[in-house]
């Protein structure tokens, strides 16, 4: 069983950056890809970015490229999401997920995740 936990989330303004970080709690992280989606009030469930046990497969949502970057740190068993040039659309809730990296599928898809953990809110005004 996989226990993920968020933090990092806040209000910032927009043009502002935040880093936001998931715990893992697992018996051994590095069997688990890792990625972060949001979801903003009355919309679908999107790609933020997923990252490779080691970190050299990376994918990341078209709305964030360039802004974003996730990382991982094995010996911490965490996953961070920078992000930067924030949006007023970037608001919505930030949700970390992990699943095992033998898994066959697509890793950009919030249904290939099979941990989710409870959120952190990224507000952005203008």
């Known amino acids: 069983q996989v226990q993920l936990v968020e933090s990092g989330g806040g209000l910032v303004q927009a043009g502002d950056s935040l880093r936001l970080s998931c715990v893992a709690r697992?018996?051994?992280?590095?069997?688990?890809?890792m990625g972060w989606f949001r979801q903003a009030a009355g919309k679908e469930r999107e790609l933020v970015a997923t990252?490779?046990?080691?970190?050299?497969?990376?994918n990341y949502g078209d709305s964030v490229k360039g802004r974003f970057t996730i990382s991982r740190d094995n010996t911490k068993n965490t996953v961070y999401l920078q992000m930067n040039s924030l949006e007023v659309e970037d608001t919505a809730v930030y949700l970390c997920?992990?699943?095992?990296?033998?898994?066959?599928?697509?890793?950009?898809?919030?249904?290939?995740?099979?941990?989710w953990g409870q959120g952190t809110q990224v507000t952005v005004s203008s």
């Open positions: 697992a018996d051994t992280f590095t069997n688990f890809r």
């Open positions: 997920a992990a699943v095992n990296y033998k898994r066959n599928g697509d890793r950009t898809r919030f249904e290939f995740y099979d941990y």
């Open positions: 990252i490779s046990v080691g970190g050299g497969n990376i």
